[in-house]
């Protein structure tokens, strides 16, 4: 039963990523009437870091799996950190200039950052293990990984 959704998952990876990236938009850019505002809230960071942390991972995931395999995994893996961090910066900076209700938060960019970062950190970490997994039946990392 799982294997189908496994192999959507795989087959639509990058569209899974572009989905996500687009809702981070609409979460930060969207006037916030369900909860106040309340200066720096440690749980507000958490979700933060949380949320650019699955942005990398999506995005490191769907490099790996399109077989831009011909760039090192340094370069490709740099270069998708990079565009993260700079999606986090710019999203703070329209916050800022576009709406009138949301504000640009140096913590919120901050949290954001270490989310890739820790994204990239983890993801890398388990490259290689995701990699040796490829023909292992039943492995958590196989469920994801192959097709």
């Known amino acids: 039963m799982l294997q189908p959704i496994k192999n959507w998952l795989v087959k639509n990876a990058v569209l899974l990523s572009i989905v996500f990236t687009i809702l981070v ?3 930060s850019l969207v006037k916030p009437t ?3 505002k309340t200066g720096v809230s440690f749980s507000d960071k ?10 990398t991972i999506l995005w490191l995931f769907s490099m790996m ?5 011909q760039y090192p995994f340094s370069k490709i893996g740099i270069a998708i950190l990079l565009l993260v961090i700079g999606y986090g910066i710019f999203i703070e900076f329209l916050q800022d200039t576009l709406t009138d209700y949301r504000s640009f ?15 990239f950190l983890i993801f890398r970490g388990f490259q290689q293990q995701i990699v040796n997994l490829k023909s292992v039946e039943n492995s958590m990392f196989c469920l994801l990984y192959t097709s």
Do not use: E, W
């Not at 958490?46 to 942005?55: D, N, S, V």
């Not at 799996?65 to 395999?69: D, G, I, N």
């Open 65 to 69: 799996r399109q077989k831009v395999s």
């Open 25 to 27: 938009a609409i979460a």
């Open 34 to 36: 369900s909860f106040p």
């Open 46 to 55: 958490i979700a933060h870091t949380a949320i650019y942390f699955i942005l």
């Open 105 to 119: 938060d140096y913590y919120d960019m901050l949290a954001n950052t270490l989310g890739a970062c820790l994204g």
